[in-house]
């Protein structure tokens, strides 16, 4: 994308003033999206982001800058900008970088080899699929995007690391109508990979999903409200340990003491059962990295091992200060972003046993099917989860579905009282956006099935 | 030249190249955003955020075909326009498909941007940060430490475009304070933020947003988990405009015709209680969203929402108006990335005429809500269903009391608006341009413990 050389000069520009470290992240990204709506093909749309961003760093003071020209002239003065926020002794420092090798995830069909007509075919076939589900289903909506997100990375360690990477995304939304007003299913298959995504999950079992959870919907009774045990399916569920924990393992918010888990390391924080890691390294999944958004591989970070924290999730600053090696964990949104830390693919590995006996063991109490994002507050461990698709369970059976609601607990006692886990562990198939001080990237969550002794539902049924 | 006339000229030029047959529209934005971030009186950041993109729509026998380029670079503009000519043959025609056209309507005289916000040093920017960190911080000795404290400031300037005649040109400044404040106590740390925001460097309030964090995650400290049960509660006033842009997403053009609002259909009833008046009114210079345009180019109006509790109307862009055989509202929005559809510009509820001490003592008993999480996955627009987290204060008696936290409140869009039963005199602008009060509803369903 940039030639090494001007690289090199430009990070000794941006030193010129003084700087323990200078990096420059270039990115170009391409993205095209197709929706379909109401059996009408409303919309393609496509585009190009490209630019870089120059940083500096001088004690603990940032300086960032950036620029859509990529040429030298427009680089040395992202740099200027940069390196005026960091204002220090001044002199020369030579860089010389070394290209560090990087595999970047194979992508078998390229997204913008695939004809647009094909694209529209896709949409249609999901379309139909929900349609099918009955003359309740009264709008569908489907899409499809892709992004490819080329990446560079060069700092003043000499680092200098590239990256290439392919997302996939489909959705569809139905809206079903009853006696009981309207109601709303989705499902989401989304992964880093290109359209071979779609051998595996065709767009018909994706609008089949969707349906099925707003006609489900139809005939829910309104959740409870209060304290009952909770059952968590494997997979999407991974989002209870992505907000339970996950943010208050980010070594940034434990840095400022904005997280419950500050302080912590080597003690038992979890239920013996619970054994969480962050790991950026499986291909294909939707928070799989080569290479995070500073230049260092990905890896798989054991957080809880056995219960015990083990573990923090590290930025270059964070890493830096601690005199520690980077976890692979610096992303930014883009090229206009500072990076911090972020969480990759954050999963429980499994534990032994049956799901289906954890259900029967439980008298009464609900069962999460699938989660709709959450929030966080980490600096007391509180967090929210929607339920999307959620049953009562009666007698240690699955019995009605419920409506919508959110669940809300503490993080730190959740991961003590944990239970039971089962041994199913699973990948979410669609995996979501996270958002932080206003930075979204993608991530990826799993689990195996999980039982909760108690959490509080926020329904309106006594 | 000015830069928006730049910016004009350059989407003049793209206009200029339509064919015969297409309707051509080009949007083109620019904006500075300038951060500094302080942390223990020392400088922790400064970000310098430069963007410019542009979006061209192309319309042609009713199919419309969109792309986008995040320079402005002229290869970048001229792919753009071919993608988006490629994209629109793959659309499905629609007869309500087509660009805005001058309707007449004079744009409201706003101020244009701050001359010296816009001209700001950065020092100046680093000691604004500053004093939101120290306001925080002298607030109380158990206030030991912040997760942020900035000053953001942002100059703003797009063009608009098209084969059908419209020119025309917005520029805007603001600001902004942000405070992350936590609050110890023994072994338990409260967070609450506070945020103050503003258009010119002459009304500055920063120090408020320090003292607002503060005073919010002091009141926190031994919360715990409330009783489950059915109560009134009182909306802070954050709280209450982070709902009110919920309930005007349900009453824009695209979702209503589209089937996904449980408002449609019920224009001329009550849908609210009596003290409910809520419009969306980008023209209000009071305002941190007011704007003399909207995203398709015409000039923006005031449109009433919920007059007196009854429903007067939806917002419209060009193609959802059509759908529905009425006019634009100017309800427009966008950015270079995306096509335009009708959204809120800057709602505000009418303000009602009870202090915040007259609305708890009406209530008597029930919860202060002083933040909500989880709004987004736990709010349902379509069945108008929610459930979200809250962290606040019981009322007893008529005054705040013991503070509350691990608790939801459950309702419906729909019954919330008609069991609201106080509206506060006192009127907030928050971040996004809403212009909110406190609002009390009852019959709200408290889960706890």
Redesign the interface.
């Known amino acids: 994308m940039i030639d090494k050389d001007v690289l090199e000069r430009t990070l000794s520009r941006a030193l010129h003033n003084g700087g323990d470290f200078a990096e420059v992240f270039a990115e170009d990204r391409v993205?095209s999206s197709?929706r379909l709506?109401?059996?009408?093909?409303?919309?393609?749309?496509?585009?190009?982001?490209?630019?870089a961003g120059v940083r500096v760093i001088v004690g603990?003071?940032?300086?960032?800058?950036?620029?859509?020209d990529l040429t030298e002239d427009g680089l040395r003065s992202a740099a200027e900008?940069a390196a005026?926020?960091a204002r220090g002794g001044g002199g020369v420092r030579d860089v010389a970088l070394e290209r560090r090798p990087v595999t970047p995830a194979p992508i078998a069909i390229r997204p913008e080899d695939v004809a647009?007509?094909d694209?529209?075919e896709l949409l249609r076939r999901g379309e139909s699929a929900a349609r099918a589900g009955g003359s309740s289903i009264?709008?569908v909506?489907v899409s499809v995007a892709n992004n490819r997100r080329r990446i560079l990375v060069a700092n003043s360690d000499g680092l200098l690391a590239e990256d290439d990477a392919t997302r996939t995304r489909f959705m569809v939304q139905c809206?079903a109508?009853g006696d009981t007003?309207?109601?709303?299913g989705h499902e989401i298959v989304s992964a880093t990979r290109g359209w071979e995504l779609f051998d595996d999950r065709s767009p018909e079992s994706i609008g089949e999903e969707a349906a099925r959870r707003a006609l489900l919907?139809l005939a829910a009774r309104p959740?409870p409200?209060?304290?009952l045990p909770v059952v968590i399916a494997a997979g999407i569920g991974g989002v209870l340990f992505h907000e339970a924990c996950g943010h208050g393992l980010e070594a940034d918010?434990v840095d400022?003491?904005?997280s419950?888990f500050a302080g912590r390391m080597g003690q038992q924080v979890a239920s013996p059962l619970v054994t969480l890691v962050d790991d950026g390294t499986p291909l294909g999944e939707w928070g799989h990295l080569a290479i995070d958004d500073e230049g260092h591989p990905s890896m798989r970070n054991v957080l809880i091992d056995g219960g015990v924290l083990t573990g923090y999730m590290w930025d270059h600053i964070r890493a830096g200060k601690h005199a520690r090696g980077p976890s692979g964990n610096g992303r930014r949104q883009t090229y206009?972003?500072?990076p911090m830390v972020r969480m990759t693919n954050t999963y429980l590995l499994a534990g032994e046993g049956d799901p289906e006996d954890l259900i029967a063991s439980t008298p009464r109490g609900v069962y999460v099917k699938q989660l709709?994002?959450?929030?966080?507050?980490?600096?007391?461990g509180?967090?929210?989860?929607?339920m999307g698709e959620s049953y009562l369970i009666e007698d240690g059976r699955i019995t009605e579905p419920l409506?919508?609601?959110?669940l809300?607990?503490?993080g730190p006692d959740v991961l003590r009282t944990i239970d039971a886990v089962a041994g199913d562990l699973e990948m979410a198939g669609g995996g979501g956006m996270c958002g932080k001080?206003g930075q979204s990237v993608p991530v990826g969550v799993g689990q195996p099935t999980l039982r909760v002794p108690a959490m509080?539902?926020?329904?309106?049924a006594? | 030249m000015s830069n928006d006339n730049q910016l004009l000229a350059l989407a003049e030029k793209v206009v200029a190249d339509a064919r015969g047959g297409e309707q051509v529209e080009a949007f083109v934005s620019q904006s500075r955003r300038t951060t500094a971030k302080v942390r223990r009186g020392e400088v922790e950041s400064i970000e310098q955020a430069t963007s410019a993109g542009i979006g061209i729509r192309v319309v042609v026998d009713g199919r419309q075909g969109f792309a986008y380029a995040g320079s402005l670079d002229p290869d970048a503009v001229a792919s753009a326009l071919a993608d988006a000519r490629d994209n629109a043959i793959f659309a499905t025609p629609d007869e309500a498909n087509g660009l805005a056209h001058p309707d007449g309507v004079t744009p409201v005289d706003l101020p244009g941007p701050d001359d010296a916000l816009a001209a700001i040093a950065t020092d100046r920017r680093v000691e604004l940060a500053r004093a939101v960190e120290r306001a925080a911080l002298a607030t109380d000795r158990r206030i030991t430490g912040m997760r942020s404290a900035d000053w953001s400031d942002v100059l703003a300037t797009s063009a608009v475009a098209t084969s059908t005649g419209i020119r025309v040109t917005d520029s805007a400044s603001f600001w902004s304070a942000m405070a992350d404040v936590l609050a110890t106590d023994g072994d338990e740390v409260q967070e609450a933020y506070g945020v103050r925001v503003g258009r010119t460097l002459a009304h500055l309030d920063v120090e408020g947003a320090g003292t607002e964090a503060a005073e919010k995650a002091l009141a926190l400290l031994g919360a715990t988990q409330p009783e489950s049960r059915r109560v009134t509660v009182v909306l802070d006033p954050h709280v209450a405009g982070s709902f009110l842009a919920l309930i005007g997403a349900t009453m824009v053009g695209d979702t209503v015709l589209k089937g996904r609002s449980p408002f449609a259909d019920r224009v001329g009833e009550a849908i609210a209680a009596p003290l409910v008046t809520l419009a969306d009114d980008p023209t209000d210079a009071s305002s941190p969203a007011a704007g003399r345009h909207d995203g398709e180019g015409l000039a923006t109006r005031r449109n009433t929402l919920i007059g007196a509790g009854v429903l007067q109307g939806f917002l419209h862009s060009t193609w959802s108006g059509r759908k529905a055989g009425l006019a634009s509202t100017a309800s427009a929005v966008r950015d270079y990335a995306s096509t335009p559809h009708a959204g809120t510009q800057g709602l505000a509820l009418a303000t009602g005429d009870l202090t915040l001490e007259q609305i708890l003592e009406q209530v008597g008993d029930g919860i202060w809500v002083q933040s909500v999480s989880g709004l987004h996955s736990g709010t349902n627009t379509v069945s108008g269903d929610f459930s979200v987290g809250v962290t606040g204060r019981a009322i007893r008696s008529g005054a705040l009391a013991e503070p509350i936290r691990e608790a939801t409140i459950a309702s419906t869009l729909q019954r919330m608006l008609l069991d609201v039963v106080a509206v506060g005199s006192e009127r907030v602008w928050l971040p996004g341009g809403t212009g909110s009060a406190a609002l009390a509803i009852e019959g709200v369903s408290l889960s706890g413990k």
């Open positions: 993205n197709a709506e109401d059996g009408r093909i409303e919309e393609l749309t496509s585009g190009r982001d490209r630019g603990e003071a940032t300086g960032y800058a950036h620029t859509t900008v005026a926020a647009k007509a694209k529209v009264k709008q909506m809206v109508a007003g309207m109601q709303t919907k959740a409200s209060g304290s918010l400022k003491d904005a419950v206009r972003h500072l709709t994002g959450g929030q966080v507050n980490t600096a007391t509180d967090f929210v989860f929607g409506r919508e609601s959110n809300i607990g503490n001080d509080t539902i926020g329904g309106t006594s």
